[in-house]
């Protein structure tokens, strides 16, 4: 059961990742909008700039992983036949 529900949570294809970058990138501009709304002037866009760069960084973590487990299926399925 936990199994099932754990696999809902596993992003399988290119399209999915995309998907789920697309979302942090839509939060990271709303908390960017909250921080520059918080402290106008330089400080504001600074925290703009940190938050959405972020998302940069998850989401090429994200896109090299799948790309990794895609490699390790190959590999894996050479060894085996």
């Known amino acids: 059961m936990f199994r099932k529900i754990g696999r809902l ?3 399988k294809t290119r399209f ?3 998907a789920v970058i697309y979302a942090l ?11 520059l709304g918080q402290y106008p ?4 866009k600074l925290l ?3 938050a959405t ?9 994200i896109l090299d992983s799948l790309r990794m487990e895609r490699r390790l299926q190959e590999l894996e399925a050479k060894a085996e036949g």
Do not use: T
């Open 9 to 11: 949570f596993v992003i």
């Open 16 to 18: 999915e990742a995309f």
């Open 25 to 35: 990138a839509l939060g990271a501009v709303e908390r960017g909008h909250a921080y």
């Open 41 to 44: 002037g330089f400080a504001g």
């Open 48 to 50: 703009f700039v940190a």
């Open 53 to 61: 760069g972020a998302v940069f960084i998850a989401g090429a973590k």
